[in-house]
């Protein structure tokens, strides 16, 4: 978390101390580590019981962020991945070191009704700490058509428990439903020869994609400056 | 003692059991046509051995067959006479030989037959050797018991060796066994004929409930449980039709029994309405676990199930399970397995047995690949070999590609199965576009087109 929600919070839970007693103390909610500490440090993890958005455009490092949760989260605990576009890479999940046996992958075949039934179907279970609806290939104006009717559902199946729902998409969807946004971008494509190619010394071949600077930024709750920078490389075997 | 009743008629299944079942609760069938029982103690309740003789009789006349009685100091000399004599016999102690001493030598394959000898290879051994000795018998003029039991019992181990010596005292009526008892498995079968045709689902559902819960009285009064559920309706248009619920774990949780069995009967529900139902099971053993103190609890397997058959339901059997990589080079080559949950005891072995490695945590992110499944069709422009273009159209809820590549890496070439119809040969690029997203595409040089397999996010 950062230094001023901190502090905001320190206020607060003074304030109420103050009106309510001691009984006002504010439990902390559980969190869910994403497994990359930059946003560890930024965020103190995924709430628990709550709704979290990560949303970017293509290349911003979205799905690079749901690996590095599905990392952290499969080592100990059941999860399930509903995939609305089908578009889970096994072998990119397997590099970041997801254990398998601990996930549900559900197919959805670019069916986003039967994706968003799934889910509230694993929330109701309440029987997986961590569920991911992938969102990120399906384009925004299908997005958009979502109920909020069904982000409210969704909220009130996580009530009370300490499962996390994760949301992929381009663009935000369940607004104030969500308990975290982050919003995800890339700052820099790192090759191995800059604007090597076609050059006589330098043929394609050998020019690498090397990794991606990404930055995350949390849009709700707002706090001010919350940004965190990352690297992501590339798995070459 | 031990008692043996034989039918020659075709008796029913189990009726020679049930009949032994009213004098003795240890029973070994031998067929369906012979049991022999334990009648050790019936004394202070029926009487005398003939006593004990007329009563089975008695309860033989309630199931009308017709049945030979006999009753001696061990089971296969009572086998022997209820199989050979007709009506009652009783053998007293020390006299066996005197009363199977008319019996003809072949009489003694019922010996080799009782269901002692379980293993198939055993039993053929067996076969062969008795028709040896039973040839060699007969040439030598022996034909009776009396005729067999003359003979030492030096020689005929001698002549005949360990086998020929088992069936001399066979036919003297000497040999004495433990019986050959098999648990009964309680069978599980509960039916329901109706008053009136069902035709919808809700109100099948309390009969279902009904009949499920009476099933599972059962068996949990067998001290067995229900793992595999057998639904037989019969129809009013005279038809009948059958749905099958196999759990992966024994159970004998009512609920979620009947909440399996309707999402069963919802996907594929009946033609016609219904007029009457058989529901049966196979009984197995109740599940035991002994969870770890430090071990986090594994949800539960009722829930789980219900919660995986429901989405099931939605998706397909094929579109949901725990993600695996083939053994193969080829792109893409990935399947399904059923989703379990296996717990990992505190040493860090599986309750199965084998290890779950822990994979060790990447030093950084890795970045990810989002695949679109089936790759996207895409027009390609090159220089000098090189890609400087592409676009592809928007297919389903896939969005378009469009826009010139800045920066790119490759060819890297791969190929494989050459020897199959699952050939591919390619070669891939990374390439980079102006709008800062990153793209995995291909030319398959089969055909010399180009696809979009992914994008770098």
């Given at each position: ?237 | ?132 000795v039973?040839?060699t018998l007969?040439?030598w003029?022996i034909?009776?018991?009396?005729d067999f039991t003359r003979l030492s019992e030096s020689s005929v181990s001698a002549r005949l060796g360990p086998?020929g010596l088992?069936l001399h005292r ?288």
């Amino acid at each position: 978390m950062s230094e001023s929600s901190l502090k905001a919070r320190a206020e607060t839970a003074s304030l109420l101390r103050q009106s309510y007693g001691a009984q006002a103390d504010l439990a902390p909610s559980p969190k869910l580590p994403v497994g990359i500490s930059a946003i560890d440090l930024m965020t103190g993890g995924l709430p628990g019981g709550a709704i979290t958005e990560i949303v970017g455009p293509a290349s911003s490092g979205k799905t690079t962020f749901m690996l590095s949760v599905l990392e952290t989260a499969t080592r100990s605990d059941l999860c399930a991945l509903v995939d609305a576009s089908d578009s889970f890479d096994v072998i990119s999940a397997d590099d970041a070191g997801v254990v398998f046996n601990n996930l549900l992958w559900v197919r959805c075949k670019s069916d986003i009704d039967k994706a968003i039934k799934v889910t509230e179907l694993l929330l109701r279970g309440g029987l997986f700490s961590l569920v991911v609806l992938d969102l990120g290939n399906v384009p925004i104006k299908y997005i958009k058509r979502i109920e909020s009717a069904t982000w409210l559902r969704f909220r009130r199946g996580l009530e009370n428990t300490s499962n996390a729902l994760l949301v992929i998409a381009q663009q935000s969807c369940a607004q104030s439903f969500a308990g975290l946004v982050l919003e995800m971008n890339k700052e820099k494509t790192v090759f191995s020869l800059n604007g090597g190619q076609n050059k006589k010394n330098n043929p394609p071949f050998a020019n690498l994609l090397q990794g991606l600077q990404l930055r995350t930024g949390q849009s709700r709750p707002f706090a001010f400056n919350a940004k965190a920078d990352f690297y992501a490389s590339i798995p070459y075997r | 003692m031990y008692a043996s009743i034989f039918t020659s008629e075709a008796a029913g299944k189990n009726t020679l059991h049930k009949i032994a079942c009213q004098f003795s609760p240890l029973i070994e069938e031998i067929n369906d046509q012979t049991v022999v029982f334990d009648i050790e103690g019936t004394s202070m309740l029926i009487g005398t051995c003939r006593d004990v003789a007329k009563a089975i009789a008695a309860t033989a006349t309630e199931y009308d067959i017709v049945v030979n009685i006999a009753i001696a100091r061990r089971p296969d000399t009572a086998l022997l006479a209820a199989q050979f004599m007709s009506g009652i016999t009783i053998i007293l102690p020390g006299r066996e030989a005197q009363h199977l001493s008319s019996l003809p030598i072949e009489a003694l394959s019922s010996c080799l037959n009782s269901s002692h000898n379980k293993q198939k290879a055993f039993a053929e051994r067996e076969a062969e050797q008795f028709a040896d000795v039973i040839d060699t018998l007969l040439r030598w003029g022996i034909v009776t018991f009396k005729d067999f039991t003359r003979l030492s019992e030096s020689s005929v181990s001698a002549r005949l060796g360990p086998f020929g010596l088992k069936l001399h005292r066979y036919a003297k009526g000497i040999i004495d066994r433990p019986l050959n008892i098999k648990n009964k498995s309680a069978e599980l079968d509960q039916s329901m004929d109706l008053d009136f045709p069902i035709d919808s689902l809700e109100p099948f559902s309390f009969v279902l409930h009904r009949l499920i819960n009476q099933l599972c009285s059962e068996a949990k009064s067998s001290g067995l449980a229900v793992q595999e559920l057998q639904l037989k309706l019969f129809l009013e248009d005279k038809t009948e039709c059958e749905r099958m619920l196999r759990l992966p774990f024994p159970t004998l949780d009512e609920r979620s029994l009947l909440s399996h069995l309707m999402l069963v009967i919802k996907s594929d529900p009946p033609l016609s309405p219904i007029i009457s139902l058989a529901l049966s099971a196979d009984p197995v053993k109740p599940r035991t676990a002994q969870p770890g103190l430090f071990e986090k609890g594994a949800p539960e397997p009722e829930k789980l199930q219900l919660t995986l058959s429901k989405i099931e339901r939605l998706v397909g059997a094929d579109n949901i399970g725990s993600p695996t990589i083939l053994d193969t080079y080829r792109p893409d080559g990935i399947a399904l397995k059923k989703f379990e949950v296996i717990r990992s005891t505190r040493s860090g072995s599986s309750s199965r047995g084998k290890l779950i490695a822990e994979k060790p945590k990447p030093s950084n992110p890795r970045i990810a690949l989002r695949m679109f499944r089936p790759a996207l069709p895409a027009n390609v422009r090159e220089i000098s070999g090189c890609p400087t273009a592409v676009s592809a159209k928007t297919v389903e809820m896939q969005q378009g590609v469009r826009g010139s590549i800045v920066n790119f890496s490759g060819p890297w070439r791969t190929s494989g199965e050459w020897w199959g119809s699952t050939v591919w040969e390619r070669d891939e690029w990374d390439i980079a576009l102006g709008d800062g997203s990153l793209y995995k595409i291909y030319r398959d040089l089969r055909s010399n087109s180009w696809f979009i397999e992914g994008v770098y996010d």
